[in-house]
């Protein structure tokens, strides 16, 4: 009975991480929690309660992979307690690690089909998302008062729609895609006939992920089925037939769904149509006198000076400082709320009406306007923003114009200007870091100025390792470094001890798969502050935590009853 409990309070858990809804939230101890998150402690405790016998011996021994999740988490409270700014915050990201390590630990001290019952329940969960990822990047817009419930509105690419299928973004879904998949191709593997689930499977989960136009997601996904057929081809035989053909149905996907859009069609080659969007400001102010936290309402004139509409339109801006940096006082309100822009053919203009909130701080600034349209930040492909120099004080007649200087380092945006300013933040700090999740706040006074996004004027490092760095130092990387790594070292070693082509051997290779699938992406992409995504982290690390026990436990096939528990 506390084996079945075990098994259906995971797969309930799993079967919904894939959907966190913005709202409704409920308010727990202070804090205001998802549903996902509700029903994250929820499981997390009756896994804890289940398994309290095996609790004992874990924790006198933890695993190196549980022991180095734990130290991560010891590392971000340490940086979030010694954080120069929003140490609120950053301990509200120590929660969610902290989260990640109990349900981790929980894994760990359920019995090991839990896991495994579990990944085959998000599997199904995630053939889901990839089915709403196909309709919504078909143009089936019906969706998008379910989709809004997750995300703040929809995202483009040029003129394609980038499917976000129940997650916050893009980016996001592809991950989940990832979770999904690598599970259902390891269940292939132990079908007679391998190919049958595992070739539908992947054209269905792959063509949602192609729809999410993310390349990190295509890459990490690629990737992490090589990782499960090499592993599968030393231990388990003919198992890894399985993933030999998902390869192979990915890249005929690929090459189909490239062909089908086109190069200016698909993000996935370079170019992609963003040449074709490009704007000229017209501030109806040159130059604003205001008060300290005053909320005024500004006028901008916008110019279409490129080849193509835009479809979908925001105007977002930020406030720096007149020497270039941001006003990285987040209560200041250095981020000025998004505005709508209408639709504008090329050359037409279009006059814009938007609500800004000075800094609380008297000082010289610089208010930064840059346009998104159809998924792309402007001002990262080229085109400069608007500057308004601009004096806040407590005085606002006596204010005078001031000369400032904006060259293209100051508010080009891009990757490389991303990792480099993490790279720059953590010499700055370079053994606790900022502090967790501080990274988008700060990013700025070191890279790029405003952030053009759709839906979220500050962008992460897009890069988990560099991220780390950034914002829990040394310390964290090498605890987040070793907490992937020690994982896929239990993975392996789990594989090696298992007799080949049982249960065990392929479940230990799908561990390893999406232990390298996570870190692939975490190298292009920022997961972790993400509750699915800091949650799967905890079920993988926990999964292969599980300390060894003498029986060898198949995987469920479709006509077992749920009494194999």
């Known amino acids: 009975?506390?084996?079945?409990?075990?098994?259906?309070?995971?797969?309930?858990?799993?079967?919904?991480?894939?959907?966190?809804?913005?709202?409704?939230?409920?308010?727990?101890?202070?804090?205001?929690?998802?549903?996902?998150?509700?029903?994250?402690?929820?499981?997390?405790?009756?896994?804890?309660?289940?398994?309290?016998?095996?609790?004992?011996?874990?924790?006198?021994?933890?695993?190196?992979?549980?022991?180095?999740?734990?130290?991560?988490?010891?590392?971000?409270?340490?940086?979030?307690?010694?954080?120069?700014?929003?140490?609120?915050?950053?301990?509200?990201?120590?929660?969610?690690?902290?989260?990640?390590?109990?349900?981790?630990?929980?894994?760990?001290?359920?019995?090991?089909?839990?896991?495994?019952?579990?990944?085959?329940?998000?599997?199904?969960?995630?053939?889901?998302?990839?089915?709403?990822?196909?309709?919504?990047?078909?143009?089936?817009?019906?969706?998008?008062?379910?989709?809004?419930?997750?995300?703040?509105?929809?995202?483009?690419?040029?003129?394609?729609?980038?499917?976000?299928?129940?997650?916050?973004?893009?980016?996001?879904?592809?991950?989940?895609?990832?979770?999904?998949?690598?599970?259902?191709?390891?269940?292939?593997?132990?079908?007679?006939?391998?190919?049958?689930?595992?070739?539908?499977?992947?054209?269905?989960?792959?063509?949602?992920?192609?729809?999410?136009?993310?390349?990190?997601?295509?890459?990490?996904?690629?990737?992490?089925?090589?990782?499960?057929?090499?592993?599968?081809?030393?231990?388990?035989?003919?198992?890894?037939?399985?993933?030999?053909?998902?390869?192979?149905?990915?890249?005929?996907?690929?090459?189909?769904?490239?062909?089908?859009?086109?190069?200016?069609?698909?993000?996935?080659?370079?170019?992609?149509?963003?040449?074709?969007?490009a704007?000229?400001?017209?501030?109806?102010?040159?130059?604003?006198?205001?008060?300290?936290?005053?909320?005024?309402?500004?006028?901008?004139?916008?110019?279409?000076?490129?080849?193509?509409?835009?479809?979908?339109?925001?105007?977002?801006?930020?406030?720096?400082?007149?020497?270039g940096t941001l006003a990285t006082d987040w209560q200041a309100t250095s981020v000025c709320p998004a505005t709508r822009v209408p639709r504008a053919a090329p050359a037409e203009t279009v006059n814009v009406r938007a609500e800004i909130r000075a800094p609380a701080a008297e000082g010289h600034y610089l208010l930064v306007w840059d346009l998104s349209a159809d998924g792309w930040a402007l001002s990262s492909r080229g085109v400069a923003p608007a500057t308004v120099p601009s004096v806040v004080s407590r005085d606002p007649a006596s204010a005078r114009p001031f000369s400032y200087s904006a060259p293209p380092e100051t508010w080009r945006r891009g990757r490389a200007e991303l990792w480099r300013a993490a790279v720059a933040m953590w010499r700055e700090h370079p053994l606790t870091g900022i502090g967790p999740d501080n990274f988008r706040w700060a990013h700025a006074a070191n890279a790029s100025g405003p952030s053009g996004d759709t839906h979220e004027t500050l962008i992460p490092a897009n890069n988990l390792f560099l991220e780390a760095a950034a914002t829990t130092g040394t310390l964290g990387l090498l605890a987040l470094v070793g907490t992937l790594s020690a994982t896929a070292r239990a993975a392996w070693r789990s594989l090696q001890a298992a007799p080949p082509g049982t249960a065990d051997a392929v479940w230990a290779a799908v561990l390893l798969a999406l232990t390298v699938g996570v870190a692939v992406h975490g190298t292009v992409d920022t997961l972790l502050g993400f509750t699915a995504h800091y949650l799967f982290l905890g079920l993988v690390v926990g999964a292969a935590s599980a300390p060894d026990r003498p029986r060898n436990i198949s995987l469920p096939g479709p006509g077992d009853s749920a009494s194999a528990c």
């Open 279 to 323: 704007v000229t400001y017209a501030p109806g102010e040159a130059f604003l006198s205001l008060a300290p936290r005053e909320v005024r309402q500004v006028q901008l004139t916008l110019t279409n000076t490129g080849t193509a509409a835009w479809s979908v339109a925001s105007l977002g801006c930020t406030w720096r400082r007149a020497e």
């Open 1 to 277: 009975m506390s084996r079945r409990l075990c098994v259906g309070a995971l797969s309930a858990l799993l079967l919904v991480l894939p959907f966190e809804a913005r709202r409704p939230t409920l308010p727990v101890f202070g804090l205001e929690m998802t549903v996902l998150e509700v029903v994250a402690a929820v499981a997390t405790a009756a896994l804890l309660f289940l398994g309290r016998e095996r609790l004992g011996p874990i924790l006198r021994r933890p695993p190196l992979p549980l022991a180095l999740l734990a130290s991560y988490v010891a590392a971000s409270a340490l940086s979030a307690a010694t954080a120069p700014m929003n140490r609120v915050l950053a301990a509200k990201f120590v929660l969610r690690m902290a989260a990640s390590a109990v349900l981790a630990l929980a894994v760990a001290a359920a019995p090991r089909d839990a896991a495994r019952r579990g990944l085959t329940a998000l599997a199904a969960a995630c053939a889901i998302v990839a089915a709403l990822a196909i309709l919504e990047g078909a143009g089936v817009f019906a969706l998008d008062p379910f989709l809004d419930r997750f995300r703040a509105g929809a995202y483009w690419i040029g003129t394609s729609r980038r499917a976000t299928a129940g997650s916050e973004n893009p980016n996001l879904a592809a991950a989940m895609l990832l979770y999904g998949l690598v599970p259902a191709v390891g269940a292939a593997a132990l079908q007679r006939a391998p190919g049958r689930l595992a070739v539908p499977l992947t054209a269905l989960f792959g063509l949602g992920l192609l729809f999410t136009y993310s390349r990190g997601g295509l890459a990490a996904l690629t990737v992490a089925l090589v990782v499960l057929g090499l592993a599968l081809h030393f231990r388990a035989r003919a198992g890894a037939r399985a993933p030999v053909l998902s390869v192979l149905a990915l890249v005929a996907v690929t090459i189909a769904f490239g062909v089908a859009k086109g190069p200016r069609g698909s993000r996935l080659y370079a170019g992609g149509g963003a040449p074709s969007h």
